[in-house]
């Protein structure tokens, strides 16, 4: 009654009914799933992929963000905690690049093994008898010292640094500046470590304890310090640091940068008490080196000398002694005002001068050509505070000077002559007044300010004639 195929037939099309499509198999559903998520295939492109995408998202947070603040950018950071895990990893860090750098130092038998090498490849110039060398000399040296000291004595011998050296007209330069100039980077360099080992927050500034922690750990290597009493330690450290912030910390931050105090002239000042002999060394280099033993004694003995109640500071009275009394009234009064701070209990005619004070005040009286001793001077000078000296002031500063040296028993002067001199002297851009400028510019600023502050400075400028003679005579004598 049926046939075979139609039975066939229908066979087919009922296991085709049974059978469904692949993409609807609970399994199929499953693992497609479970490949659409990346989970457990390892895939280093998925992982690129992810990283991108979390990247991304906290790029877009932070784009946000700014959106919200403003255009302001964030300039802020603040400093981890201390004991912090960052804290620690911080200094750590620095400890080891610290490390690192001074391993790359050379140290003093590097330095005596270079001066060998230089000396024994050197050639003597007949005319001057000075040891040179020209640019193959100097490759062969630093073939030699590389082969020697190490790779870390390659970097000083680059074609730029022989190109620094002034030539003859064979193209040699001499040695001795060139040993000199790797001298001077490897003591920078590692002054500059030093420092930075004791900068506590490392923003790149030295505050008065990290100066004064760094000087104490210099006095055991020069060699005209290493006799100092162990308890005048403490007050010359004290002294010492401060001449850097004078000159390194102008506005009075209570931190001095590291790069400014390296490329002062104040830490050359220090350096130079490394000379071994006495005899290379006069009484009066020692008196004119801020650092010497023999200056900063000579400072306490000055305060102790003039704090006639020792109780600490001193009072415009007692400061009127210094330099024997030759000091104006005026810029006393004047230094007070400008340079003294106010004490806690009371009104301006009972502040008295403590000792860091009486320290930028020596230092300015003994740098009055400098830049930041003639700010300090200047301040004193402008009598009104409007940043420039006009007549009327000159003739109000000098005429202190003018009683002064009239009680010396000098000859009578008219204090309009002196005013018209200083004038000639200055020649300021606004003929009517005197500003801080024109007083630097004219490298005469010094002269100007002692003029004005001290009859024994006017006296000096006075006979300078004479003095600039007995100058030269014991020169020609000898």
């Known amino acids: 009654m049926y046939s075979g195929s139609s039975d066939g037939e229908s066979h087919e099309a009922a296991t085709q009914r049974k059978i469904p499509p692949v993409s609807s198999m609970l399994w199929v559903r499953n693992l497609r799933r479970y490949i659409g998520s990346g989970a457990g295939l390892g895939s280093e492109a998925l992982m690129e992929l992810e990283t991108k995408r979390i990247l991304l998202d906290i790029f877009k947070e932070k784009q946000q963000k700014s959106a919200e603040a403003g255009s302001i950018p964030s300039f802020y950071k603040k400093k981890p905690e201390e004991g912090s895990i960052s804290h620690r990893v911080q200094r750590l860090a620095k400890y080891r690049f610290l490390k ?4 790359l130092l050379l140290n003093a038998d590097d330095l005596d093994a270079m001066w060998v090498c230089l000396r024994e490849n050197c050639v003597i110039d007949d005319a001057t008898g000075a040891e040179k060398m020209n640019y193959e ?38 040695i001795l500046p060139f040993y000199l100039y790797v001298m001077r980077t490897v003591s920078l360099t590692q002054a500059r470590i030093d420092m930075s080992e004791l900068d506590e927050d490392s923003d790149g500034f030295l505050q008065p304890h990290e100066m004064e922690a760094y000087i104490r750990g210099l006095i055991p290597n020069l060699a005209q310090l290493r006799d100092m009493p162990a308890a005048f330690v403490q007050m010359y450290c004290r002294i010492a640091a401060h001449k850097f912030f004078f000159f390194c910390d102008p506005h009075r931050r209570g931190k001095a940068c590291i790069k400014k105090v390296l490329l002062s002239n104040c830490l050359q000042e220090l350096m130079e008490l490394h000379q071994e002999s006495e005899e290379e060394v006069t009484d009066t280099e020692q008196a004119e080196n801020w650092f010497s033993l023999t200056s900063a004694q000579r400072i306490c003995d000055m305060f102790l000398a003039l704090d006639k109640d020792m109780n600490g500071t001193l009072s415009k009275q007692e400061l009127k002694e210094y330099a ?7 810029f006393i009064e004047r230094v007070f005002d400008e340079h003294v701070r106010r004490g806690k209990t009371g009104a301006g005619n009972n502040r008295e001068m403590d000792f860091e004070s009486f320290l930028d005040f020596v230092l300015a009286l003994e740098n009055k050509d400098t830049p930041e001793g003639l700010t300090y001077l200047f301040r004193c000078l402008d009598l009104n505070g409007r940043g420039f000296l006009t007549t009327a002031d000159i003739h109000s500063l000098f005429r202190d000077v003018h009683h002064k040296w009239i009680e010396g028993g000098n000859y009578e002067l008219c204090i309009e002559d002196v005013r018209d001199e200083i004038w000639d002297m200055v020649k300021p851009v606004d003929p009517l007044k005197i500003s ?43």
């Open 100 to 103: 690192k750098q001074s391993d």
């Open 324 to 330: 024997d009394g030759t000091l104006t009234e005026i």
């Open 436 to 478: 801080l400028a024109d007083l630097l510019a004219c490298k005469q600023g010094g002269t100007v300010a002692s003029m004005l502050i001290d009859v024994r400075g006017f006296w000096a400028h006075d006979n300078r004639e004479n003095l600039l003679q007995e100058e030269e005579e014991p020169e020609e004598e000898s």
């Open 137 to 174: 000399d100097f490759c062969h040296i630093a073939s030699v010292c590389t082969e020697q000291i190490g790779p870390k004595c390659r970097r000083f011998f680059s074609p730029s640094n022989f190109m620094k050296f002034e030539k003859d007209e064979s193209g040699r330069i001499a």
